[in-house]
Every structure is written in C-alpha cells, then in structure tokens.
C-alpha cells in the first residue's frame, strides 16, 4: 500500500507528541526532524520536504498551539492541511468540451501503463459520469500496442478505432471525425511512448497537439519510480504543456513520493490514481482523502463512495422484507457475495479506514477462490434448490458437485456456512442485532469470504 512506511514513522513522531501534557518549541522541532526524516525516505524531492517542514514548523511555534490544551492534535492537523496543499489542495477534474466531443491527449513513457489505464479512464468516465468514450488507437510503433488496446477495450466494452500502422497525427484526426459521426463525447487518444524523453517523441507529440487540439493533455507516470516520474513530469511539461497527471501503481509503492512531489515541482495537478491492476482500479485524486490517509486517519468518504457504487437499493429493499420474515436464500446469498466482490479488496479498503481497524485489516484480501467456488455451486442448483436447501438430499448433493467440478464435501461446507448465516439472520430478524444488515448490503456477516494473509498488526 502506496505511504505504508511514511504513515509508520509519522505516527510514530505524532505519539511521542501525545505523550506531552504542554509543548514547548524544540519538542516541535525535534518531531518536525523525524518528520523530515519520514518524508526523505519516502523519495520525496530535497526541495519539496525542505519547504514542507519550514512551513509547519512556522505555524506549529506559533502560541496556537504551544498554548492550546490539546497543542499534539493541532500539529497533526497543520500537518494534515500542509499536506493537502502540497498535493494540490483540491480534486482537480477534466476540462470537458462545450461542443464536440472531449478530446483526452494520454502521454508518457513506455512502462508506465500509458495503455492500460487509457481504458479505466474511459471506463471510469462511462461508468460514473455516464459519458460515452471513444479509444483511439494511436501508438503506431510499439509491438501489439494496438491489440493490447482492442483487448481492454472489449473487456470494458468500450469501441476501439484504430487504422493499423499509418500516420499517428492522421489516425487521431480520423478518430475524432468518427466520434462525431457516431455520438461519441469523449476521445482518448493512446500516443506513443518511449523508454526515455526524445525529441522524436516530442516532436510527434507536439503535431498531434496542434493538429487536433485537446481539451486535456495527461501525462501517465508510474509511482513506482519515485524521483524519476516526477523528472519525466517536468520533462513532458516543459515540452508539452501538460494539464495533469495520472499516476499509476500507486498500490505497489510503500513510499510514494511521487504523489508528494509531482504538484510541487511541476504545479500541475494529480487528477488520477491507479489503484491497482484490474480495470475498475482507478479513482480521483483528492488531496485531502489522501493526507487523511498518510496520517493513518482513514478515508471514509472514498471507502463510502465504493459501498455506494456497489449497492442497489432495489435488492437491499427486498433483502429487507425477506429478513424481517426469516427468508434468506441461497439465491440472496450469492447477490450479497456479488455485492461484497464489487467493492473491491480488503487490503484497499483497510487504507481507507481509520486507526486500529485499518491497521488490523492491512494485508487481507478477499480470497478470489473461496468466492468463484462457492458461486459455481449456487449456480448448479435449480431455482428451487436455491430457495429451498433443505432439499438437498445426497443425490441432489452429488449432481451439484459434478456440475461445478468440486467435490461433495465442498457443497456440505457451503450449506454448513449458510446455516449460520440462518442462524445470524434469526438474531436479527427478531432485533437481537439491529442494523447489520440494512442499507450497507449485508456485508458484515460474510467475513469468511475473505482470505487473511497472516500479517495483521
């Protein structure tokens, strides 16, 4: 998880402050020190800690806080607001175009995950903003580039034009004559990266620009690379004139000192983060959401947005009124385990939860396994049998197994689990457990979907 270490030694500075009835200036300073410390090691940029620190510091001496009765959690929040203004202070969104479609130029190096997240951009605005994207195939030189794109592209069902190996500046051109023609309102254009900043590169990229005129130009980073991707922001901004960055791998980085750094030194904004590796793994970069997390503080708004984006509310209704008449099914346990998969894994959602509960579920995962096998058995029963489980006699029990290719013991251990799921609703139905099952999905009571990875603090 992206800041892992940094939110350690940050809590680790902050506590010894606690640990103080009154402060005094050199226990500001000495804690701004190890602050100092934390964010070097985090890869963030000399320059940027440097102005950090002094920053804080100044407004943390101040008599606001020496003689406030609680002066430890006024330096953490000029902390936390420090933070969000060096990310950017605010959630930076997409210039949208008035007439025409919105055209979104994506730029960086090779190895970034330029193309992939081209798509779980397009995805991400169809999906939350019920826009209707085009992906063009532009990156020309680059073995199965294109084919890499049509295959995103069918997995999120999104259209893909492209016109082979020909002039890129042209194919962008043609893209955005075929999205008008064809009702499209957005056009991602996927150009051609480099294993290094060239001026062959820049210069294509600069045609392309004054050929079509984006409304957005974002330059996809790898986090991962610390220093360098900031480096290669300035780079393609100086070049270029980008309007934002995408940064990528943001889960695989425990220091993520991109994040802190590419604001700072470049002035233009994060707009996105990946968050991982399947193509609903995108999100807005909100500065303050994620200062809030650094300091190990949690992020309920994003970890509700997800449970929102999961949640129907027509099937919470119904679920309802079956639990109010102890009537959970086989079949309403299957659409809850939907719901639950749809939220993604545990270990990004514990760094979106605040203090012990997000520590303690660092590192769980939902166990993709223990999910697709008890789904394959719902689905080999009938209607009736998912309704009904007292049915299932052995005979029925075998039929189940050798239509999901498992084994008999796998279809007991299921029934074993929904047992007690029955027993759970029982409780609730009768008020013994209010709540637990409401507008939230039920997801409380499926915790043994989820595969521990032994590494709880």
């Known amino acids: 998880m992206a800041f892992e270490g940094l939110t350690e030694k940050l809590n680790a500075a902050f506590k010894r402050l606690r640990g103080k009835g009154r402060l005094t200036e050199n226990d500001v300073r000495e804690a701004m020190r190890e602050v100092r410390l934390a964010l070097l090691e985090a890869d963030v940029s000399y320059k940027v800690v440097k102005e950090f620190v002094a920053?804080?510091?100044?407004?943390?001496?101040?008599?606001?806080?020496?003689?406030?009765?609680?002066?430890?959690?006024?330096?953490?929040?000029?902390?936390?607001?420090?933070?969000?203004?060096?990310?950017?202070?605010?959630?930076a969104k997409l210039s949208m175009a008035n007439n025409g479609p919105t055209v979104v130029m994506m730029v960086g190096l090779q190895g970034a995950g330029k193309t992939t997240t081209t798509a779980k951009l397009a995805g991400l605005m169809r999906k939350q903003y019920t826009k209707r994207p085009l992906l063009a195939a532009c990156d020309v030189y680059r073995p199965a580039a294109i084919e890499q794109l049509k295959v995103v592209g069918a997995q999120l069902d999104l259209p893909v034009f492209e016109q082979g190996q020909g002039d890129p500046v042209a194919i962008a051109e043609n893209a955005i004559r075929h999205a008008k023609d064809h009702g499209s309102d957005m056009v991602f254009l996927d150009t051609a990266g480099r294993l290094h900043v060239d001026e062959a590169l820049m210069d294509e990229l600069k045609r392309m620009k004054a050929a079509v005129h984006p409304h957005e130009i974002l330059l996809v980073v790898d986090a991962m690379t610390g220093q360098d991707a900031v480096n290669a922001a300035s780079a393609f901004d100086e070049a270029l004139g980008i309007d934002g960055v995408v940064l990528t791998k943001l889960d695989g980085d425990a220091r993520g000192g991109a994040a802190?750094?590419?604001?700072?030194?470049?002035?233009?904004?994060?707009?996105?983060?990946?968050?991982?590796?399947?193509?609903?793994?995108?999100?807005?970069?909100?500065?303050?959401?994620?200062?809030?997390?650094?300091?190990?503080?949690?992020?309920?708004?994003?970890?509700?947005?997800?449970?929102?984006?999961?949640?129907?509310?027509?099937?919470?209704?119904?679920?309802?009124?079956?639990?109010?008449?102890?009537?959970?099914?086989?079949?309403?346990?299957?659409?809850?385990?939907?719901q639950l998969?749809?939220?993604?894994?545990?270990?990004?959602?514990?760094?979106?939860?605040?203090?012990q509960l997000g520590r303690q579920l660092q590192g769980a995962s939902i166990d993709d396994k223990v999910l697709s096998h008890t789904e394959a058995i719902i689905l080999s029963m009938t209607p009736q049998e998912r309704e009904n489980p007292q049915i299932l006699g052995a005979s029925r029990k075998r039929r189940i197994a050798a239509g999901c290719g498992l084994e008999v013991v796998d279809v007991n251990r299921l029934l074993k689990q929904f047992e007690m799921m029955q027993q759970l609703t029982k409780q609730m139905s009768k008020g013994r457990m209010p709540g637990m099952m409401g507008r939230g999905g039920g997801m409380g009571g499926r915790m043994h979907a989820f595969g521990r990875k032994k590494r709880l603090k």
Not at 67 to 74: G, M, N, Y
Not at 342 to 352: E, I, K, N, V
């Open 55 to 91: 920053a804080v510091t100044e407004r943390a001496v101040g008599s606001d806080v020496l003689d406030s009765l609680t002066p430890a959690q006024q330096v953490v929040k000029i902390v936390n607001e420090e933070l969000t203004t060096l990310m950017g202070g605010s959630n």
């Open 260 to 338: 802190l750094s590419i604001r700072a030194a470049t002035g233009k904004p994060i707009k996105f983060v990946g968050t991982g590796e399947k193509l609903d793994m995108i999100e807005p970069f909100h500065p303050d959401r994620m200062a809030s997390r650094i300091l190990g503080m949690g992020d309920m708004l994003s970890l509700i947005e997800k449970a929102e984006a999961a949640y129907d509310e027509k099937q919470a209704a119904k679920l309802e009124e079956k639990l109010r008449k102890n009537r959970f099914t086989l079949q309403d346990y299957y659409d809850q385990l939907q």
């Open 341 to 355: 998969r749809g939220m993604g894994d545990l270990s990004q959602l514990a760094g979106m939860m605040p203090g």
